[in-house]
T-cell receptor
């Protein structure tokens, strides 16, 4: 099993709250990714990082932000949660570029905004 | 438009039976094709990765095939077990001129009944 962790696993929060979803990996991977997945739908890339102090937006526009201060840590923050942010958020990492190397996924955070 | 289409959307089989899941893609240029297994409430786990030159790859009871000419892939599961119940996701990687990306299918939801 991949050594990539996400907390919390489940989060129910009210509209307007600030939240941070945590993601950590112990594999020393430079490349890390955040995906959003709705039930029965495909994964959409919302953020990625190729190393410390490197962050980029993905294919799906998201109001969330990310930071990469340490190699092993890639948190995602929503400044003001809205019901439209309700979704599953998956963190992943890879030893090289995702399109060439295997990606390892965390267990995900199921976010519900009421 | 680059796309990945999977069929069937859902499938129910009895324990011990075999099944085949399909994936058609229009992604170009092609780099590799992956099959992932995603248990409910968990992150995807890689089953196989195939490049252009590979037309079959096995991982235990899972066998993936690739026809790069017709842009089709299949995942065959032999002697199904209850633990095979999951969503199976086909992912195709391109290798564009500057930066590649991954294209995700919506998955086939497999249910194995005792």
């Amino acid at each position: 099993e991949a050594d990539i962790y996400q907390t919390p696993r489940y989060l129910v929060i009210g509209t307007g709250k600030k939240i941070t979803l945590e993601c950590s990996q112990t594999m020393g991977h430079d490349k890390m990714y955040w995906y959003q997945q709705d039930p029965g739908m495909e994964l959409h890339l919302i953020h990625y990082s190729y190393g410390v102090n490197s962050t980029e937006k993905g294919d799906l526009s998201s109001e969330s932000t990310v930071s990469r201060i340490r190699t092993e840590h890639f948190p995602l923050t929503l400044e003001s949660a809205r019901p439209s942010h309700t979704s599953q958020y998956l963190c992943a990492s890879s030893d090289g570029l995702a399109e060439l190397y295997e990606q390892y996924f965390g267990p995900g955070t199921r976010l519900t905004v009421t | 438009k680059n796309q990945v289409e999977q069929s069937p959307q859902s499938l129910i089989i009895l324990e011990g039976k075999n099944c085949t899941l399909q994936c058609n893609y229009t992604v170009s240029p092609f780099s590799n094709l992956r099959w992932y297994k995603q248990d409910t409430g968990r992150g995807p786990v890689s089953l196989t990765i195939m490049t252009f030159s590979e037309n079959t790859k096995s991982n235990g009871r899972y066998t993936a095939t690739l026809d790069a000419d017709t842009k089709q892939s299949s995942l065959h599961i032999t002697a199904s077990q209850l633990s095979d119940s999951a969503s199976y996701i086909c992912v195709v990687s391109d290798r564009g001129s500057t930066l590649g990306r991954l294209y995700f299918g919506r998955g086939t939801q497999l249910t194995v009944w005792p």
